[in-house]
Every structure is written in C-alpha cells, then in structure tokens.
T-cell receptor, first 112, second 112 residues
Framework: QQQVKQSPQSLIVQKGGISIINCAYE??????FPWYQQFPGKGPALLIA?????SEKKEGRFTISFNKSAKQFSLHIMDSQPGDSATYFC???????????FGAGTQVVVTP | GAGVSQSPSNKVTEKGKDVELRCDPI?????LYWYRQSLGQGLEFLIY????????KSGLPSDRFSAERTGGSVSTLTIQRTQQEDSAVYLC???FGRGGYTFGSGTRLTVV
C-alpha cells in the first residue's frame, strides 16, 4: 500500500497565485521529507527537504510546512510562474541511506 | 560526468526478449537506486546498492528482474522474458548520503 498519500492529483493555478500540495503519512519512523520536481522527459530533481524537528522551511518561493502531530506536510509555491508547471512528488524515508517512499504526484499547471 | 547517465534513453523490445538497462552514477556516489515510473504514476522502488552489494532488493517485482553493480560504479538492470506490463520509465538515482538523490533522465521501455 502507498505509505505516502498525496493530493490533489492535479492543480491549475493562475500566474502569481499560490499552489498548495498536501501529503500525509502513517509511519512515524519517517524522519526525512523531500519534495521533487519533474519536467516531462526528465528525472525528478530535489526541490526542498525538511526534517521533523522544524515546522517550516523556506527556499525562495518554495515553502514546506510540517505538522508532526497530524503526520502531514505540504508544499507551498508562492507567486507561481508558468515555468513552475511540472509534476511534484513528496517523499519520505526512515533510514540513513534513504530508500524513499514517493507520493503519487501532483501535476501543476500555471496559466499565464 | 556531472550527472547520472542512463542508456539507452528509449528501448522498444518484443515481448519475451531480454533487455539490459545501464546506469552510470555520479563519481563518488556510493549509493545507487533503481525506480520504475509507469505512465502518470508515482515512483516505485526496485533495488538499492551500497557499493557493489544490494542490501535492499525488496522492490523487484519478479525473478525476471535482476540488477548488478560493478566497481562501485556502473549498474545494469536486466529484465528477462519481457512482458507488456514491464513497459515503463526506469529511473536510476545515485547519492553520497542521506537524501541527496540525483536522478538520471531514465530509460523509456516499451514492450510490444
């Protein structure tokens, strides 16, 4: 069964708007939560990551919010741009060398 | 090279034939991972190498799938007696440590 559940499956947002993608997990042993961005025909690329000892991490227009008690984490893309149109995956891992469990992905389309 | 290199980028094979997919990781990355991505789906873990050994093969879907890594570098994923359900993009990633995955662009396998 999928250990990381991601929603929504797809998202359309206007340029300048905020894109929000949510993920939930059950395994409390997970202690590393990255987000990946994938463009068509390319492999996923690490976007931003968080560990459970912090509740928020921001890098440029991308912010991860983490709620340990709810076992949820989310990605916020501020001031969304057409170049942000891609598929985004959340993931989680438990061990030092990080076999990652991925969510099903969210296809984000930013309209001009 | 600067990134993870996978070859071939595309492979069309007849049902029942064997195929070999190659991954050349980033120099110095001791960990190597194979994932499978079906059309519009998330990433399914196949196998993880640390050096030349594979401490986690739990994701290999059947005994038709095997992988090896030599010299702590290049890895080959072999699929014997290919079936139509094996059609997918096979992604390789390498890492020097926790979470620092770098993915290749993948091999798109089509079984006809």
């Amino acid at each position: 069964q999928q250990q990381v559940k991601q929603s929504p499956q797809s998202l359309i947002v206007q340029k300048g708007g905020i894109s929000i993608i949510n993920c939930a997990y059950e395994n409390t042993a997970f202690d590393y939560f990255p987000w990946y961005q994938q463009f068509p025909g390319k492999g996923p690329a690490l976007l931003i990551a968080i560990r459970p000892d912090v509740s928020e991490k921001k890098e440029g227009r991308f912010t991860i919010s983490f709620n340990k008690s709810a076992k949820q984490f989310s990605l916020h893309i501020m001031d969304s741009q057409p170049g942000d149109s891609a598929t985004y995956f959340c993931a989680a891992s438990t061990d030092s060398w990080g076999k990652l469990q991925f969510g099903a992905g969210t296809q984000v389309v930013v309209t001009p | 090279g600067a990134g993870v290199s996978q070859s071939p980028s595309n492979k069309v094979t007849e049902k029942g034939k064997d195929v070999e997919l190659r991954c050349d990781p980033i120099s110095g990355h001791t960990a190597l991972y194979w994932y499978r991505q079906s059309l519009g789906q998330g990433l399914e873990f196949l196998i993880y190498f640390q050096g030349n050994s594979a401490p986690d093969k739990s994701g290999l879907p059947s005994d038709r799938f095997s992988a090896e890594r030599t010299g702590g570098s290049v890895s080959t994923l072999t699929i014997q007696r290919t079936q139509q359900e094996d059609s997918a993009v096979y992604l390789c990633a390498s890492s020097f440590g926790r979470g620092g995955y770098t993915f290749g662009s993948g091999t798109r396998l089509t079984v006809v």
